[in-house]
């Protein structure tokens, strides 16, 4: 159970790098792709679900290219896209039914995976029920559903947690923490603490171009000692944010409690304390330090 991403890039053709020489190795667990809005994320998932060829590079499962045996790649692949439409009619039995079907499966097998997954996902009780009555969670775990009911090696999930509230977000969480023990898991997502508490290795692009690979931990180090709070009056912060690189503010009362990334030595700045990092602080500042760095290039040119 082995998916290796070697040295993949598109190129479109208006001439746009969406993706440039993109590598990984993942195996079995959960794996988190981050990045901006028009990163490449979309590009790469595109691909590894065959659904656009790339331009240069090659994805292997387990040794073989997935271009050229895509019928076999599709048979272990499950694909859970940004957005998934449900006939709001339809009962959840009739979907999975429909989507089974499509898998080739068929009579009393079929039919056990529908209990098999719905066991799993938690909605063994509405089996009979419409799906234009489920809440957002049930409507994602329902997607998830339909995605396993092939036994699939490895899933690819855009975007799983948008529209979600923070308990349905935490639930699928923890799905895809079981998930992660039996198969390959990939999120792109740019929700960041989905990445924190969910992967075990994440991946950054930025325009296209891969800038990050390995543990959260390890580019959490990126803010190790620059991440601070403090109480600051409330007329003092637009000055103050003008500053700091800001990550959080908490109004209390005519002072705002203020998490910020230091510009400079923050031991010249008034009850400033250090805090524990998260994987959030280091993205923030890998984006502003991406964008410091446009505006260098296009003072060059």
């Not at 056990?112 to 009979?128: A, C, F, H, P, Y």
């Not at 180090?221 to 503010?249: D, H, N, Y």
């Not at 330090?289 to 060059?300: S, Y």
Request: charged share 25%; hydrophobic share 40%; with cysteine.
């Amino acid at each position: 159970m082995h998916l290796s991403i070697q040295n993949l890039s598109k190129v479109y053709q208006d001439g746009k790098t969406a993706l440039d020489c993109f590598n990984w190795e993942l195996e079995r667990g959960i794996y988190g792709l981050l990045g901006p809005n028009g990163a490449g994320k979309s590009t790469l998932l595109e691909i590894l679900s065959l659904g656009l060829m790339p331009t240069s590079g090659r994805v292997l499962w387990d040794g073989w290219d997935i271009q050229k045996k895509p019928n076999a790649f599709r048979r272990i692949l499950g694909y859970l896209p940004q957005n998934y439409g449900f006939y709001p009619e339809l009962k959840t039995w009739q979907i999975l039914d429909y989507m089974g079907r499509l898998h080739g499966l068929h009579g009393r097998r079929l039919k056990r995976r529908i209990g098999e997954v719905l066991e799993v996902m938690g909605l063994g009780n509405d089996v009979k029920r419409k799906v234009g009555t489920f809440s957002g969670g049930m409507r994602q775990r329902l997607v998830i559903a339909q995605s396993l009911l092939h036994s699939p090696q490895i899933l690819v999930i855009d975007e799983p947690t948008t529209g979600l509230d923070p308990g349905e977000r935490v639930t699928f969480r923890n799905m895809l923490f079981d998930l992660g023990r039996s198969c390959v898991v990939l999120l792109s997502t740019h929700i960041v603490k989905d990445v924190e508490f969910s992967c075990h290795q994440m991946s950054l692009l930025y325009d296209g171009v891969q800038r990050f690979t390995g543990e959260p931990v390890e580019f959490m180090k990126r803010v190790e000692g620059r991440v601070f709070e403090t109480l600051i009056p409330f007329e003092e912060f637009a000055k103050f944010s003008k500053e700091q690189c800001v990550i959080a503010i908490q109004e209390r009362g005519k002072e705002v409690t203020v998490r910020f990334i230091a510009s400079n030595d923050a031991r010249e700045i008034p009850g400033a304390q250090p805090v524990r990092v998260n994987v959030e602080d280091a993205y923030v500042d890998f984006i502003r330090q991406c964008g410091e760095e446009e505006l260098l290039d296009e003072e060059v040119v």
